[in-house]
């Protein structure tokens, strides 16, 4: 019959390698079974209860204990399993050849004063702590430790934005600076593209798939996976962009994120826009609005992002300057879209395109039955109505041979206060119309004339779908509608793409301006030095990669006795 | 004051072009406000009232009374506008040149015994008739009408299928058959691109972006918008491609549709992955699986996929013999996909794609919340795990560096009979373990050796990230995994979609065969020669494109009367 001993240490710290090392080296001890060292945390308690290595003594271990716990195939050698902790424990061997430890951050950086960077890999519950400390001491923090709390990490960030310095993290698995990688991190060549990542894997993923497409990077700098999430709201992703935005050597930037929170994602896609670089984005899950706009690519997954950023890097794009539309021609209170069809498809694809702009788009034949008009003679805020849906064609001849509906409509919405943007499509070609534009371009002037009467600005915006070849002739119809001063287009997807960045420069909410000052471009491009504190083997990996490194012998704070700690911590607030 | 005047003009038929027609005399007679002439259905009555045009006569007309309304600025304007009514009516000229109407389609197609087609644009509730006629005859029908119920479009659609014979429609816009184009259509220069669009703007706006970027097709075979929705399951769709398929002109094949009933929508790209030939699809709204799959290559939107399209006829690619995974390898109740991640985004990714398969992906760190996992220690269904999350590694080393948990969890899969496919990722680098598949390779064989001694066959796949100047060395990595039975890839998209592709054959729904007799290629290759009942500009329009054409004086039965109408049928059955 198998047994199972216990053993509880409390108030001692390891870390976590030294956890790993023990419950390796017992489990391969004469008649044990298995094994388990590890915190006994809840979590970790739950873990060993599945695979059946638990007892009462176990059960009642808490969170700042270790737990040491075997299944041996009789009392003997689980007595004998467990005798020989001590020993084990002693005989974990350094690699890190470093003649002296110093104990505190201070003493390391004295030891090594030229270090940008400290690495973090304490656990959770010490590390804002330590990493509030590099702050002080001008640092730039790479925070692999997770179980943070998201209200520690709210407060680094704040200070290093003050300080014009970069927190990546919490949980920041890897960071490439310069040619050296951090915590987990591949060798990759040097390159011409930069990459930021709220998605530690994703940063492997991508640039070694650049790598293996032959090209290489800058920079890769993580931000950790709440970066973009509300609260934290892209705090170290604006700081990053901003700093390889000025990089001389980063010729294009490529942006990665775990699902992110869709408005901190919109925040930092209005940075990019700022940019005068091309910009790939891969935010996972988030709901594509083009395949391009502007400088920014949105790429479909990250192979496809790895592939974008090394083709603009081969072939850098002409960059037309971004339309700026001058918003301030709208008058107050003017901000919602009217669309008016002819073409099915081209409303659903319009429906499409522009909730990635906008959000909901109500519409008579939506995508989805939640966005159904109610009545589709009466638009609702942000609406697509086509004209040639079944209802309005019974004993009707379709809107792409008789504009009479369309015409009535487009004079309508335009009396609407609220309508900043109208869209219509024309189609041409065999059956269509014989001149669309001559009764289309005549209302559309009337239309713009009367909201200027009723001191407002219209834009209107016109898809037209034809041939030169069409008896309508696409060129004429197009400078028809130009010169009744409509926005034209042979392409649906861009005049969408127009109107929607319009209606979001209309709508955007006011910028809480987040003001940080730029990180020091020199501090990432000069020789990286580097102070670790926490795992012992990263210290090992700068070391391999030739980077001057100190590694601070950290204990916790009090023995990892968390009670003590905080009166300590009290303490000294009031000395 | 205004005055408002209606006349209603009960069982009599006429098109709706006539109905335009008499609407726009009217509203230019002198003193003539606004005027409104259509068939009194209750959504034009709406469209009536909300344009002040309406008296009660109005609201007292019937789906099938001729509605002519009138407001006037005075009593005696408005009575004398509704005096010339019939005059206006008469005024009405023919455009096509024809000697002898014939009053059938049966002498339509005596007249032109080599036509093909019949173009049907009839008021929706006599168009079904008509098309069923045409179906009898052996021609292939372009429906324009819509307002046709889908029961009908079944039952035709039946015929057509037994046939060999298509069915364009009900409200099918346009199509263009060896340059010829019906119903609304552009002037698209011949090439080498076939279309099939459940989508009527769709195809104009494909077929035109294409002709732009100077290439062009051979056939664009529309099918109705309803074509791919759930009852009617793609029927049209399914022998336009594989007629295109046989189509030694067409050397791809693009597809484009309004948002499609999902389930449809594979129905179709299952079929399309049989073809030899490179297929472009643009479904609108439906999630994306991948950039690239086989033969397969999906566009975020109709720019992009008349782009692609060009593309691909430019450069034919090599078309990769689809990975057909020996399915019948796994035993009876293995459908389920597991995944066991280190990297969090790398899951993530993987349950986005994955969810293209096989839709609904547990996961302890899901996308969406619902999808979450009960409990990260047990699997369900399909899940993926990310033993990287915090609540795994409070006090425990990650699983990059630690194997462990890992291994164990994948023999615990591998036993459970329900698993078919075992996803792992391995990571390398610096800061991650110094030989993961020294570790994990004989897991894996233990794990598929397991499984097949319990008589099932396991099928494990790992995306391998790393470059080949990482410590770890990932050729030396992927051969050792490969080694040990592992299918490996360093892109993890690739990875999913192997993956994807194994899961979705086996949970393939057991195919309703739909059984067609194949359109003769020849019907559409031939030069085109067509019969026209319903708008006459649809016959001037064939007539404009120099092809041979019979307008019908097609007149509904019972002058349009229904009642009388469904009597006639009836005893047109027992006679």
Same mark, same amino acid.
């Given at each position: 019959?198998?047994?199972?001993?216990?053993?509880?240490?409390?108030?001692?710290?390891?870390?976590?390698?030294?956890? !790993?090392?023990?419950?390796?080296? &017992?489990?391969?001890?004469?008649?044990? %079974?298995?094994?388990?060292?590890?915190?006994?945390?809840?979590?970790?308690?739950?873990?060993?209860? =599945?695979?059946?290595?638990?007892?009462?003594?176990?059960?009642?271990?808490?969170?700042?204990? &270790?737990?040491?716990?075997?299944?041996?195939?009789? +009392?003997?050698?689980?007595?004998?399993?467990?005798?020989?902790?001590?020993?084990?424990?002693?005989?974990?061997?350094?690699?890190?050849?470093?003649?002296?430890?110093?104990?505190?951050?201070?003493?390391?950086?004295? !030891?090594?004063?030229?270090?940008?960077?400290?690495?973090?890999?304490?656990?959770?519950?010490?590390?804002?702590?330590?990493?509030?400390?590099?702050?002080?001491?001008?640092?730039?923090?790479?925070?692999?430790?997770?179980?943070?709390?998201?209200?520690? +990490?709210?407060?680094?960030?704040?200070?290093?934005?003050?300080?014009?310095?970069?927190? &990546?993290?919490?949980?920041?698995?890897?960071?490439?600076?310069?040619?050296?990688?951090?915590?987990?991190?591949?060798?990759?060549?040097?390159?011409?593209?930069?990459?930021?990542?709220?998605?530690?894997?994703?940063?492997?993923?991508?640039?070694?798939?650049? =790598?293996?497409?032959?090209?290489?990077?800058?920079?890769?700098?993580?931000?950790?996976?709440?970066?973009?999430?509300?609260?934290?709201?892209?705090?170290?992703?604006?700081?990053?962009?901003?700093?390889?935005?000025?990089?001389?050597?980063?010729?294009?930037?490529?942006?990665?994120?775990?699902?992110?929170?869709?408005?901190?994602?919109?925040?930092?896609?209005?940075?990019?826009?700022?940019?005068?670089?091309? /910009?790939?984005?891969?935010?996972?899950?988030?709901?594509?609005?083009?395949? %391009?706009?502007?400088?920014?690519?949105?790429?479909?997954? !990250?192979?496809?992002?790895?592939?974008?950023?090394?083709?603009?890097?081969?072939?850098? #794009? +002409?960059?037309?300057?971004?339309?700026?539309?001058?918003?301030?021609?709208?008058?107050?209170?003017?901000?919602?879209?009217?669309?008016?069809?002819?073409?099915?498809?081209?409303?659903?694809?319009?429906?499409?395109?522009?909730?990635?702009?906008?959000?909901?788009?109500?519409?008579?034949?939506?995508?989805?039955?939640?966005?159904?008009?109610?009545?589709?003679?009466?638009?609702?805020?942000?609406?697509?109505?086509?004209?040639?849906?079944?209802?309005?064609?019974?004993?009707?001849?379709?809107?792409?041979?008789?504009?009479? &509906? @369309?015409?009535?409509?487009?004079?309508?919405?335009?009396?609407?206060?609220?309508?900043?943007?109208?869209?219509?499509?024309?189609?041409?070609?065999?059956?269509?119309? #014989?001149?669309?534009?001559?009764?289309?371009?005549?209302?559309?002037?009337?239309?713009?004339?009367?909201?200027?009467?009723?001191?407002?600005?219209?834009?209107?915006?016109?898809?037209?779908?034809?041939?030169?070849?069409?008896?309508?002739?696409?060129?004429?119809?197009?400078?028809?509608?130009?010169?009744?001063?409509?926005? /034209?287009?042979?392409?649906?997807?861009?005049?969408?793409?127009?109107?929607?960045?319009?209606?979001?420069?209309?709508?955007?909410?006011?910028?809480?301006?987040?003001?940080?000052?730029?990180?020091?471009?020199?501090?990432?491009?000069?020789?990286?030095?580097?102070?670790?504190?926490?795992?012992?083997?990263?210290? +090992?990996?700068?070391?391999?990669?030739?980077?001057?490194?100190?590694?601070?012998?950290?204990?916790?704070?009090?023995?990892?006795?968390?009670?003590?700690?905080?009166?300590?911590? @009290?303490?000294?607030?009031?000395?």
């Amino acid at each position: 019959m198998a047994v199972i001993k216990s053993e509880i240490r409390s108030g001692i710290y390891y870390d976590s390698a030294v956890l !790993m090392q023990l419950q390796r080296s &017992m489990s391969q001890l004469e008649g044990v %079974q298995d094994a388990g060292v590890v915190m006994g945390t809840e979590e970790n308690k739950e873990i060993l209860a =599945h695979i059946d290595l638990v007892n009462s003594e176990v059960n009642a271990a808490k969170p700042d204990d &270790m737990v040491i716990v075997i299944r041996a195939e009789n +009392e003997a050698a689980a007595l004998s399993a467990i005798e020989k902790v001590d020993e084990l424990l002693t005989r974990k061997r350094s690699n890190v050849d470093q003649d002296y430890r110093p104990k505190s951050l201070e003493g390391a950086a004295d !030891m090594l004063p030229d270090a940008s960077w400290v690495l973090i890999s304490v656990a959770g519950r010490f590390a804002a702590g330590v990493a509030r400390k590099a702050l002080e001491l001008g640092k730039h923090v790479f925070l692999f430790s997770d179980n943070v709390s998201v209200e520690d +990490e709210i407060s680094l960030k704040k200070t290093a934005a003050e300080k014009g310095l970069l927190v &990546m993290g919490p949980d920041c698995g890897t960071a490439m600076i310069s040619g050296i990688g951090l915590g987990f991190a591949n060798k990759i060549r040097k390159g011409p593209i930069g990459v930021v990542a709220a998605a530690g894997t994703g940063l492997q993923q991508v640039t070694t798939r650049i =790598h293996q497409l032959g090209s290489g990077i800058t920079h890769g700098i993580g931000t950790g996976g709440r970066d973009l999430k509300d609260p934290v709201g892209a705090a170290t992703f604006l700081m990053a962009l901003d700093v390889l935005a000025r990089d001389p050597e980063t010729k294009v930037i490529t942006l990665v994120s775990k699902p992110p929170a869709p408005q901190v994602a919109e925040k930092v896609i209005r940075k990019a826009r700022q940019i005068n670089k091309p /910009v790939v984005i891969n935010f996972i899950a988030r709901k594509p609005t083009s395949r %391009q706009e502007g400088n920014l690519w949105f790429a479909t997954g !990250m192979d496809d992002a790895a592939a974008l950023s090394v083709q603009l890097a081969q072939n850098p #794009p +002409e960059l037309k300057s971004t339309n700026q539309f001058p918003v301030e021609k709208f008058a107050k209170g003017q901000r919602y879209f009217r669309g008016l069809f002819s073409g099915g498809t081209l409303a659903y694809e319009a429906q499409f395109l522009l909730e990635g702009y906008i959000g909901r788009v109500w519409a008579n034949a939506p995508i989805n039955k939640e966005n159904k008009l109610k009545d589709s003679l009466k638009s609702e805020e942000n609406c697509i109505v086509d004209l040639g849906e079944d209802e309005f064609t019974v004993g009707r001849l379709h809107p792409m041979m008789d504009n009479e &509906m @369309r015409i009535r409509r487009l004079l309508e919405e335009s009396r609407d206060p609220e309508v900043a943007v109208i869209m219509l499509d024309v189609v041409i070609g065999f059956g269509s119309h #014989p001149d669309p534009a001559s009764e289309l371009a005549p209302a559309i002037v009337k239309a713009k004339q009367e909201a200027e009467n009723a001191g407002r600005y219209l834009e209107v915006v016109v898809v037209a779908t034809g041939t030169d070849e069409d008896p309508q002739n696409l060129d004429s119809q197009v400078a028809q509608l130009r010169a009744a001063g409509a926005w /034209v287009s042979s392409s649906n997807e861009e005049v969408v793409n127009y109107a929607g960045s319009i209606l979001r420069s209309i709508n955007q909410p006011a910028e809480e301006t987040f003001v940080f000052k730029p990180v020091d471009l020199e501090t990432l491009s000069r020789k990286l030095e580097a102070i670790n504190v926490g795992l012992e083997s990263f210290a +090992e990996n700068l070391l391999a990669q030739e980077t001057p490194t100190v590694h601070v012998d950290w204990r916790p704070p009090a023995g990892g006795n968390e009670k003590l700690a905080n009166i300590l911590e @009290r303490m000294k607030k009031f000395s």
